[in-house]
C-alpha cells in the first residue's frame, strides 16, 4: 500500500508566495508521474500541473507563469511553488501519483491521491 501525504497549505496573501509537498510512502519501486490537482467550492477537480518521472511538465493555462511543479525522486516527493497567488486559487489540492508497486511477489501499477490540503488566498 502506498501513501501520499500533503504539507504546506494555508491562508496566503495576494501576490505573496506559497509551497505545498506530497511526500509518498510504501512499497514503491518507481513513480511514474506525479500531478497536482484542485478541487474549489461548487467545482470539479481540475488539473493544475504534472511532472514525469524525467521531469517534464505541464501546466493549466490558468496557472502558467505562477506555478512551478518539481519533484524529487530520491525523496518520492513533489512540490508545487505558488507565487503571487489569485483569489481564484483558493481550492482544496490534491497529489496524485502512478506508482509502481509490490504486493507481495506482484508487481502493482496504481493511481493514488493525498487527502488534500486547503489554500486560501485572501487578504
Known amino acids: 500500500q502506498v501513501r501520499l501525504v500533503e504539507s504546506g497549505g494555508g491562508l496566503v496573501q495576494p501576490g505573496g508566495s506559497l509551497r505545498l509537498s506530497c511526500a509518498a510512502s510504501g512499497s514503491i519501486t518507481l513513480i511514474y508521474a506525479m500531478a497536482w490537482y484542485r478541487q474549489a467550492p461548487g467545482k470539479q477537480r481540475e488539473l493544475v500541473a504534472t511532472?514525469?518521472?524525467?521531469?517534464?511538465?505541464n501546466y493549466a493555462d490558468s496557472v502558467k507563469g505562477r506555478v512551478t511543479i518539481s519533484r524529487d525522486n530520491a525523496k518520492n516527493t513533489v512540490y508545487l511553488q505558488m507565487n503571487a497567488p489569485k483569489p481564484d486559487d483558493t481550492a482544496v489540492y490534491y497529489c496524485?501519483?502512478?506508482?509502481?508497486?509490490?504486493?507481495?511477489?506482484?508487481?502493482?501499477?496504481?493511481?493514488?491521491w493525498g487527502q488534500g490540503t486547503q489554500v486560501t488566498v485572501s487578504s
Open positions: 496524485y501519483a502512478d506508482v509502481l508497486g509490490r504486493s507481495g511477489t506482484y508487481t502493482t501499477r496504481e493511481d493514488y
Open positions: 511532472i514525469t518521472h524525467g521531469g517534464n511538465t
